[in-house]
């Protein structure tokens, strides 16, 4: 059911691409844009989500005429979990391309080590230059996490938002549907993807917290002594611990299959209602769980930034860290090769600045 006047649809589709659009707009000029590997991160994020989405499409069409799925939750079942899939895998070649930089740093410093130990340093101006580049790199799972987020989130906005936004581009007029009669149904879009958008971002966030704890930590837990987060009032935190990374991947299954659930809603006559209320308070249940659960623990000392700061080979001391293998071994304050740095340690004083 179509109605107004061209007027009308221009402020309605012009208001709900705003409200639809803007969240993402904001984040990947103010955040993703301005460095060249975010926006790499971003694209690629992105790209993972078109794989789940094709891969969620695939599966209906070549189960439906096997085994007849019917209602909306045929298509949303598959969709959450090729996106749950997708995000992990992600995370997983992020991981991995991560440890390729960080080794490439390692073996440049150890070169530049020996030909300083041996009188031999053709170029000493490049010890400042791989520093400076570093120092530029920067990648942390909160950084990434945002950018990941970003493009996830802002892929399906597209295709959840802006398919209905161009069809409202035509002279037909404003489209009402029975589950909202009183509200436009580009304008209820709208709304669902600003609240999906915000939802994308911190299921990324949840998921960079889940796989790097299940990355560092053995199976059945462990912990990192570097950081002992204050109680909270309310709520309580994951842990830096394995479990506490499942516990993260966990809530992102069951926060989307809630989002998913609480749109179907829609079918129904004034459905709406309740769709309309129920997504914008999970949206803010989730920010308040990411809040209370891991914020304050998100990024473990050795896996901050803070790292890319330090020599490759300087060990957090007093602490653990995880080897090759997967497991946890204790390390020394200073490495055998080089002597205590001198002038208060780096790592204490991101201790004090992080209380």
Request: with cysteine.
């Amino acid at each position: 059911m179509t109605f107004g006047s061209n007027f009308d649809t221009a402020a309605t589709v012009w208001g709900s691409a705003a409200i639809g659009f803007a969240p993402f707009l904001c984040f990947f000029f103010q955040i993703v844009f301005p460095k060249s590997q975010l926006l790499i991160i971003s694209t690629t994020s992105a790209f993972f989500f078109l794989l789940a989405a094709s891969f969620a499409s695939l599966f209906w069409y070549i189960l439906n005429p096997v085994i007849g799925l019917g209602g909306p939750w045929s298509a949303l079942i598959p969709g959450i979990f090729f996106q749950f899939i997708f995000r992990a895998a992600f995370v997983a070649l992020y991981h991995k391309v991560e440890s390729v930089i960080e080794l490439s740093f390692e073996k440049t410093e150890e070169e530049q080590q020996q030909a300083i130990s041996g009188g031999d340093d053709p170029n000493p101006a490049e010890h400042t230059d791989l520093q400076a580049a570093k120092n530029k790199l920067s990648l942390n799972d909160a950084a990434c996490g945002l950018a990941a987020g970003t493009g996830f989130g802002g892929l399906h906005a597209l295709l959840l938002f802006g398919s209905l936004l161009a069809s409202e581009t035509s002279d037909v007029g404003i489209l009402y549907q029975p589950s909202c009669p009183k509200v436009p149904a580009l304008l209820v879009s709208a709304l669902n993807t600003f609240c999906f958008f915000f939802l994308d971002i911190f299921w990324m966030l949840f998921t960079f917290f889940g796989m790097r704890r299940r990355l560092i930590f053995p199976r059945g837990g462990g912990s990192l002594a570097d950081i002992n987060p204050l109680s909270r009032p309310f709520g309580h935190y994951f842990g830096n611990t394995r479990s506490g990374g499942n516990q993260a991947l966990i809530t992102v299954l069951l926060t989307h299959a809630m989002a998913a659930g609480f749109t179907t809603f829609n079918v129904f006559q004034y459905g709406c209602v309740f769709s309309l209320t129920t997504l914008p308070a999970l949206t803010l249940a989730t920010a308040y769980i990411f809040w209370s659960a891991v914020s304050k623990i998100y990024m473990p000392l050795p896996h901050s930034n803070v790292r890319l700061s330090l020599p490759a080979s300087f060990s957090y001391g007093g602490g653990t860290t995880p080897t090759a293998a997967g497991g946890i071994h204790p390390l020394s304050s200073t490495t055998p090769e080089r002597p205590p740095p001198e002038g208060p340690d780096l790592v204490e004083q991101f201790r004090n600045n992080d209380d």
